[in-house]
């Protein structure tokens, strides 16, 4: 029978608190060999639980807690050294306290002889030093299951005594009560054992004295007593030495050899069993329940002083106390919109509304909080798993952990923790290269893994970051296509986010053979389901060489949650808010903000980006109509697109006969999903309401568009949207991560060609063609008559001031015809000094690309290249050739030609941007060396003299930072000029670029940027010396 239990629970939490910190300092104290106060706090640790365990009478986890405790004490003094070997044991034995506490009412069922006798054997490797020949070690064995080491005593003088008859016993007394109080003093029995025995050892309990104070308190004040333990050997029996010594029987415990422990160097010696057994553990049990007493006292004391702050409550009243509160909030919208209509016409009624929502909301949110904990309590977890991870896998693994102190709902962080261990140990087992392979490819031994977390929003975003190998989409797609998971044609078409996705097809995996860690893919299917059950998404980055993230976007809470109410042909939906980024109303005679159409899809401009739109309406199969103008009936809306308000032939300014009319408003919300943003289009947006989540019926379970279901303030229901749904049956692409056309010959590898973003256009020929769309800062929508011609040149308006604009047809050796359209699209170019717009008929689609580039089929000034795309032939623009063409004075390189002949190493692995920088550099008259990759760049500075290197930084196998490190390193290339030329924008990636030692930092396809600092490098002008 435990005593005590009424403080129970509190013990379990507080030991729950205490192993964790030990399991943690465990693991740091591995790394930080000579971390002293690591040591001290796994002591006290361990020391409080033995302490509070002895006040319930749990007297196995006592003993287990106790025998660690001897070996945190040894290891405080500087006589044994923790290693790997000893750190899994104390591991094993702490994961045994562990499992004791959860389940503390059978506690002392447990069998953790095992765990003493490893313990134990530590212990007895305390007196083995790095050198020198080992000593004797006896390791003693009480009934009462502790375990300690003699260091007094030889072992063979104490086997010849046994062999000879003598005995050993134990006198265990108390410093105060016995010792102080001996008739005779405490010197007269110290020689009266001497006279009848010979003192072996003597041994006190660490714990008990943490210094010299605590045995001055022991003997003055006489309020704290310490326990000494005086093993002596004689020829006495029991009865014969009790006597002799004047020490009774209870005080006195004899101890045999135990043969079957016996080794070269020690040897165990374990209590016998006592005739008067009984008496004996009436004396154990006194002086622990003096001990007890104490501890009684001072806990006592705590609990009154922690009740006035805290008080315990059962889950189980939190969350019913979470239903009543969401019923309230369904209670409060119902009566508000109930009295709604008599806020006006009863006086006081408006305040007593507004005061009942407050407190409402206020409540609700309070008990929210009851129920939210930090995120700290799954990632404390992962040290321990990386640990032993990193030990079966025979890798190197450190791990990082950021935003610990993030919140999340306790439903939400209980279903996260199984998800989670399998991304990591993925991460570990696969993400990460073996240290030999990190080695060859210039990476250190050691990989990292990195768990972050993050509020974003209503939504908590979790990333699994590693930097290992990343994942390789070519073995992905030959494994999908053999599986049968999809065809060559399918995977010919898919974008890298399409491929990273096949990786959650049930039983997908690239692993060669199935392990016993994890298989990237292999459970990644049951990741994704109950991470989308908990509300959630997941979505996959990774490069190849670089590493790979996972993040994991979750909500705050699943029970109650802000939406807005919209509505589509007369049924009403919950949209949750935090999904919603924005509203946008689209007039139907608005000419400067309207929908438009790439590939039939209808998009809208918004903030210089293609948003496209969908309208809900269409993905839930609900059939639109429209009220006709004429007869006032309702019809069947049989358009393609919902947008479209004309008659047949009907201008877009003429606004008098529309179906509708000109004042008709599209409402569009524009939604994210992580990355993924787009347009939805609803018929009315009502109000904005907390929403009680309840969970759909049977027959909704396989309804992607929905995530759940409530009841509004109206007393009727709607359904909940789920956005990802939304997403997934409307099969919308996205133009940072979605459909990278088939653009290429066929033969080349596309997975080793950098994504690109292009704009395909046509001008008034029959050519289509292209150009990076980072290089486009705007498109204006023009008409013939905006366009003034003044001499031989053309102008337009813009931004208060004239513009001129050229036709690239006019300069390019292309077909050239009249234009079909009295609209015409400007592109405004980015890097140029004067503004300058270039005349398209037509945009035809915006695309992410892997470009395989041809430069020798079709060489013109004007054109960089060639490609192909849907079976049609490509020209990629040379933006700056057709400017210094159209104009020389303005647009030409003179300034920046060098009049020496200078050489550039120019590093960059996508042929595209490696093809554009060469143009731009040869044209100033410089020699250019190429490199694919760091790793070529450093062997090509081996035999070449190199005035300046240009590099990306981005790159497979040595990126950009390492490059520029080794180079930093090599004592002949120190002050070598070293520009970064990259698409990664911000102060944050430009720091990091001057920290890691680069010169310049310029971005991408700016050509007069780029030329200025290569000339700025060269003269050594305002050179960045880091």
Do not use: W
């Not at 000593?135 to 104490?158: M, P, S, T, W, Y």
């Not at 909301?361 to 930090?374: H, L, V």
């Not at 990774?542 to 979750?554: A, D, N, P, Q």
């Amino acid at each position: 029978m435990i005593q005590n239990q009424e403080f129970i629970q509190e013990f379990i939490d507080e030991a729950r608190t205490h192993l964790e910190k030990v399991e943690a300092l465990l693991i740091k104290k591995e790394k930080l060999v000579d971390d002293s106060e690591a040591i001290n706090e796994i002591f006290r640790a361990v020391h409080s639980i033995k302490g509070t365990a002895g006040f319930f009478g749990l007297k196995k986890i006592v003993s287990l807690a106790h025998a660690m405790e001897n070996i945190f004490a040894e290891v405080r003094n500087g006589k044994i050294k923790l290693n790997v070997a000893s750190v899994d044991v104390i591991l094993s034995s702490n994961d045994q306290l562990k499992n004791m506490i959860e389940d503390v009412l059978n506690s002392e069922d447990v069998d953790i002889s095992e765990d003493l006798q490893k313990l134990g054997n530590i212990l007895m490797g305390s007196q083995t030093g790095e050198s020198g020949d080992k000593e004797d070690v006896i390791f003693v064995a009480g009934n009462d299951k502790r375990g300690f080491v003699l260091k007094g005593c030889n072992k063979e003088l104490l086997a010849d005594g046994i062999k000879h008859g003598h005995r050993i016993y134990e006198l265990r007394l108390r410093l105060n009560k016995d010792l102080l109080s001996y008739t005779e003093g405490p010197v007269q029995l110290f020689n009266r054992i001497q006279s009848v025995g010979m003192v072996i050892d003597t041994i006190t309990d660490h714990s008990e004295i943490n210094s010299f104070d605590d045995v001055i308190e022991a003997v003055v004040e006489g309020s704290k007593d310490v326990y000494l333990g005086i093993f002596v050997t004689t020829v006495l029996d029991m009865d014969m030495f009790s006597d002799a010594i004047g020490v009774s029987k209870d005080n006195i415990f004899e101890y045999i050899i135990d043969r079957t422990k016996e080794s070269d160097n020690h040897f165990e010696i374990r209590e016998k069993e006592q005739l008067n057994g009984s008496k004996g553990e009436e004396s154990k049990e006194e002086m622990t329940n003096e001990v007890m007493d104490n501890q009684d006292k001072a806990l006592k004391q705590v609990k009154q002083l922690k009740v006035e702050d805290n008080i315990r409550v059962n889950v189980t009243v939190l969350n019913d106390l979470l239903n009543m509160a969401s019923e309230m909030v369904l209670g409060r919208n119902q009566l508000l919109r109930t009295l709604e209509e008599y806020r006006k016409s009863i006086p006081g009624l408006s305040a007593i509304l507004q005061n009942i929502d407050r407190l409402t909301s206020g409540m609700q949110e309070k008990i929210m909080q009851t129920r939210m904990q930090p995120i700290a309590n799954i990632f404390n977890k992962f040290p321990r798993i990386i640990r032993d991870l990193a030990k079966s896998l025979g890798k190197e693994i450190d791990l990082e952990l950021e935003g610990t102190e993030v919140e999340l709902d306790k439903s939400v962080l209980e279903a996260l923790t199984d998800p989670l261990t399998h991304l990591v140990r993925n991460s570990a087992d696969h993400g990460l290269e073996d240290p030999d392979a990190r080695e060859k490819s210039n990476k250190s031994r050691i990989g990292l893994i990195k768990l972050n977390a993050y509020q974003e929003g209503g939504y908590v975003n979790i990333e699994v970051i590693d930097n290992g190998a990343g994942i390789d989409c070519v073995k992905i797609v030959e494994k999908a296509v053999d599986k049968g998971i999809i065809t060559k044609e399918a995977a010919d078409r898919m974008s890298e986010q399409e491929i990273f996705k096949l990786i959650f097809k049930p039983g997908f995996s690239t692993a060669e053979k199935v392990s016993d860690v994890s298989g990237r893919g292999v459970g990644m299917d049951v990741v994704r389901t109950n991470i989308e059950k908990l509300g959630g998404s997941i979505e996959i980055f990774s490069r190849k060489g670089t590493g790979t993230t996972i993040r994991l976007m979750l909500p705050l809470t699943l029970a109650i949650i802000q939406t807005l109410i919209v509505g589509v042909e007369g049924h009403k939906f919950a949209l949750p808010q935090a999904n919603l980024k924005e509203i946008v109303r689209i007039k139907a005679k608005d000419k400067n903000r309207h929908i438009e159409y790439l590939h039939d899809a209808e998009v809208i401009r918004l903030r210089g980006k293609l948003l496209p739109i969908v309208h809900l309406a269409d993905m839930l199969g609900i059939k639109r109509t429209y009220i006709d103008e004429v007869s006032g009936e309702k019809r069947y809306d049989r358009r393609r697109n919902f947008s479209d308000t004309r008659l047949e032939n009907q201008d877009l300014d003429d606004a008098s006969d529309r179906r509708g009319n000109g004042d008709e408003v599209t409402r569009v919300l524009v939604l994210q999903v992580g990355h993924r943003s787009f347009g939805l289009a609803v018929d009315y947006i009502y109000s904005s309401e907390e929403t009680l989540v309840k969970q759909l019926p049977v027959y909704f379970k396989n309804c992607d568009c929905y995530s759940g279901v409530t009841i509004m303030g109206d007393g009727k229901t709607a359904m909940i949207l789920d956005v990802e749904g939304l997403i997934r049956i409307s099969n919308l692409k996205f133009a940072d991560d979605t459909e990278e056309k088939d653009i290429g010959n066929k033969g080349v590898n596309e997975y080793n060609a950098e994504v690109q973003n292009i704009l395909l256009f046509k001008c008034s020929g029959t050519e289509t063609f292209a150009i990076d769309l980072s290089m486009v800062s705007r498109v204006e929508e023009v008409r013939s008559k905006d366009i003034e011609r003044i001499g031989n040149r053309e102008y337009i308006k813009f931004r208060g001031d004239s513009m001129r604009v050229i036709r690239p047809e006019d300069f390019l050796p292309v077909s050239k015809d009249t234009y079909s359209s009295d609209v015409k699209q400007v592109l405004i170019p980015k890097y140029v000094k004067r503004p300058i717009g270039i005349i398209v008929e037509k945009i035809i689609d915006n695309v992410n690309a892997k470009i395989a580039l041809n430069t020798e089929n079709i060489k013109v000034n004007g054109i960089l290249g060639s490609t192909i795309f849907e079976d049609r032939i490509i020209l990629i623009l040379n933006l700056y050739e057709i400017l210094q063409l159209a104009d020389p004075e303005h647009y030409s390189v003179n300034a920046y030609i060098s009049q020496e002949a200078k050489t550039i190493l120019l590093v960059e692995d996508t042929p595209f941007f490696m093809k554009m920088e060469k143009e731009y550099l040869e044209m100033a008259g410089y020699e250019v060396i190429q490199a694919a990759n760091g790793r070529i760049a450093m062997e090509l500075l081996e035999n070449n003299k190199v005035d300046v290197v240009v590099s990306d930084i981005q790159m497979p196998e040595m990126d950009g930072f390492e490059l520029v490190k080794k180079i930093r390193e090599d004592k002949r290339l120190t002050d070598l000029p070293v520009i970064a030329v990259t698409s990664m924008s911000g102060e944050d990636a430009k720091t990091k670029a001057y920290e890691s030692g680069f010169n310049y930092y310029e971005l991408k396809l700016d050509r007069d940027r780029l030329l200025e600092a290569v000339h700025k490098a060269l003269n050594k002008k305002d050179i960045l010396l880091v």
